[in-house]
């Protein structure tokens, strides 16, 4: 029998998940030791401590050399360690932020930190994943985790209506990803991606086009629904405002970027194979609904977590321009391939596309921070016996927040203004290196567009600091109770957003780094 | 012998009615179904195309989206249950308690 020769290298790409794997089931047996009255309180701290020692360790992978592992079923790029690094703050924000959650709620639980966690180690797995089955099941490793997570509470009706909407559609467009994959596979006769643009090219050449065709856009699909992008939208707003909050958090923030990176490689690698014309349609069709229509959806919102399910929308927009960019190229002009070599005496579409390759890194970063932050101080201020009546995240809520909590509200307000993408925030400027990069490739209209789509953003963002700095407390507004845990949430996601909003260097070229793909 | 054209028209005519059937369907049991139809018209899909091509990716494949399929379906009939205790029902048209 032939046994796969494996080494140590090919298991250092998994160090992050493993390690989050690990503390998801100490977590989980933990629960076997505990009574029901016994203080949880560690278990938050425990799962933000894995979540920081897997972001370390990630870190220290950046400077790996970009290389296949698992006989080309993996590729380890810095890429991935970026994501990586990316989920784990994610992570170890979301845990925070539900310390102070489930506590109000009396909820605290080992599982909810442990499928937590597992998701995590689903979307780094997902992010290192150069074939299509096994995409597919890290896919599904972290959608059925967050599946559960989305419906842990179970009093109230909400969360299990949210939960069973995000299952039917995340199940769905799990399958139709997968019937794409398996048209693909067909057309193709590999999973690898690595190893697919030569058939594609010979599957094109012999008039099995429609086969590709069909894969692609069907994955394109597939996708589509997981980072929310418009037409494909409809389950966010219900499943974000029904989630436990933190969950919220972490699907606005970690999933999405999991998502993101597992689409860029997936059309980087179908890309190279076929006109990256397809693509770039898609993507460009794409990225102008989603900006439009998730702004516009937003404006009317009074309810500050369906504001923030529908910005989270707009955000995935501004994202797909990013991707769009990449595969811009004039037609008939074969679209090459972003190698790990060094970008000196690279061709300007190069140099374009490894810049919007950046600024989609750096953009998942910076939306991380801001989003998870933001849903910290909406977890704060929501109460459970106003949930039934619809009213726990009205925007009355935040009415002279200034007053009663000064630095809940100074943390929201630049909050607001990095979603927003106002100086001196890291929205402002994740939204500068995309813009570029998108004008730099070309794209100079629908970055008008989403320009003018993002000031229309400001209004709604805007309307929250309005209300927390110039409005009188409302009469008989119930007492806010804090969390220490959820507060350092909000301390280390404002000084995140404000410092690397001041001095961005140091993060831009780190992130140059972080900016090669491994294809072949 | 079964011409391959045969099996995949098949797993899309199967891949489609599952389709229809999340989108149109009422009852979040049967919704549920469609979706495990879908995921098998991919299976048969891939072991088709594995049949063709004569190596063995395409099975394992299917291996691998069996498992995932129970997988998912024990964490959508816990929700459906959870469903069903808070409202008594498992009609779609009933779950809807968020305004749009």
Redesign the interface.
């Known amino acids: 029998m032939n046994l796969p020769n494996l080494t140590s290298a090919d298991f250092l790409p998994l160090l992050p998940a493993i390690i989050l794997v690990v503390g998801a089931c100490i977590l989980l047996l933990s629960e076997v030791f505990l009574s029901a009255h016994s203080s949880r309180g560690y278990q938050a701290v425990l799962s933000t401590a894995t979540s920081v020692i897997a972001g370390a360790v990630s870190l220290t992978l950046l400077t790996e050399p970009a290389r296949a592992v698992f006989l080309g079923f993996g590729a380890m790029d810095p890429f991935s360690s970026f994501l990586t690094f990316t989920v784990c703050v994610s992570l170890a924000l979301a845990s925070l932020t539900a310390a102070g959650f489930l506590r109000k709620r009396g909820a605290e639980r080992g599982e909810f930190y442990a499928l937590m966690l597992f998701a995590g180690a689903g979307m780094s797995l997902l992010g290192l994943s150069n074939e ?2 096994t995409l ?2 890290n896919v ?1 490793v972290l959608s ?1 985790a967050t ?2 997570l989305t ?1 842990y509470l ?1 009093r ?10 995000y ?2 559609l995340g ?2 467009s ?3 990803l ?2 794409g ?3 693909l ?2 057309a193709t ?3 690898l991606l690595s190893d697919m643009s030569g058939p594609l090219r010979a599957a094109m050449a012999n008039n099995n086009g429609a086969l590709v065709y069909a894969g692609a856009v069907l994955v394109a699909a597939g996708f589509s629904f997981k980072v929310a992008a418009v037409p494909f939208h409809m389950w966010t ?2 499943v974000y ?2 989630a436990p909050t933190p969950v919220t958090a972490l699907m606005s923030a970690g999933v999405k970027a999991a998502a993101f990176v597992a689409l860029v490689r997936v059309f980087i690698s179908v890309g190279s194979g076929i006109d990256a014309q397809l693509p770039f349609a898609i993507f460009s069709t794409l990225a102008l609904l989603t900006m439009v229509a998730g702004n516009l959806l937003a404006i009317p919102q009074r309810n500050v977590k369906r504001m923030l399910a529908y910005s989270s929308i707009a955000h995935a927009g501004y994202l797909l321009l990013g991707v769009a960019a990449l595969f811009v190229s004039a037609p008939g002009q074969e679209f090459k391939l972003l190698g790990p070599t060094a970008l000196i005496g690279a061709s300007p579409e190069d140099v374009a596309r490894v810049d919007a390759l950046r600024g989609i890194l750096y953009y998942l970063l910076a939306y991380t921070f801001t989003a998870v932050g933001a849903f910290g101080v909406v977890s704060l201020l929501e109460r459970r016996e106003d949930e039934e009546k ?1 009213t726990a995240w009205d925007l009355e809520r935040f009415s002279g927040l200034a007053q009663r909590r000064p630095g809940w509200a100074f943390a929201m307000a630049a909050f607001m203004l990095s979603l927003a993408g106002i100086p001196p925030t890291i929205g402002f400027i994740g939204k500068l290196i995309l813009f570029r990069a998108a004008v730099d490739a070309g794209l100079v209209g629908l970055t008008i567009i989403a320009v003018l789509s993002s000031a229309a953003g400001a209004y709604y963002y805007l309307r929250v600091v309005v209300y927390m700095y110039m409005r009188p407390v409302p009469e008989g507004a119930h007492t806010l109770e804090r969390s220490w845990m959820t507060e350092l949430a909000l301390v280390v996601s404002t000084v995140a957003v404000v410092l690397l909003g001041i001095l961005p260097g140091p993060l831009t070229e780190w992130i140059a780094q972080a900016g090669t793909l491994f294809t072949r | 012998m079964v011409p391959i054209s045969y099996y995949l028209i098949l797993a899309a005519a199967l891949f489609c009615l599952g389709m229809f059937g999340v989108l149109i369907r009422r009852n979040a049991l049967v919704v549920f179904m469609c979706v495990e139809l879908m995921l098998n018209a991919a299976n048969l899909t891939f072991l088709a195309f594995a049949k063709q091509n004569g190596h063995l990716t395409g099975h394992v494949s299917a291996f691998f989206v069996i498992a995932v399929a129970a997988a998912e379906a024990s964490i959508g009939l816990a929700i459906v249950i959870a469903v069903f205790r808070s409202r008594g029902t498992v009609s779609i048209e009933e779950i809807r308690t968020m305004k749009h």
């Not at chain 1, 109230?156 to 909407?165: L, Q, V």
């Open positions: 299509l089955i597919f099941v599904e059925i599946y559960a419906s179970r109230g009706t909400r969360p299990s209506e949210a939960g069973f909407k299952f039917i199940a769905f799990s399958a139709v997968l019937y994959s398996a048209l596979y067909g006769g590999t999973t707003p219900d405002e029904g619809g």
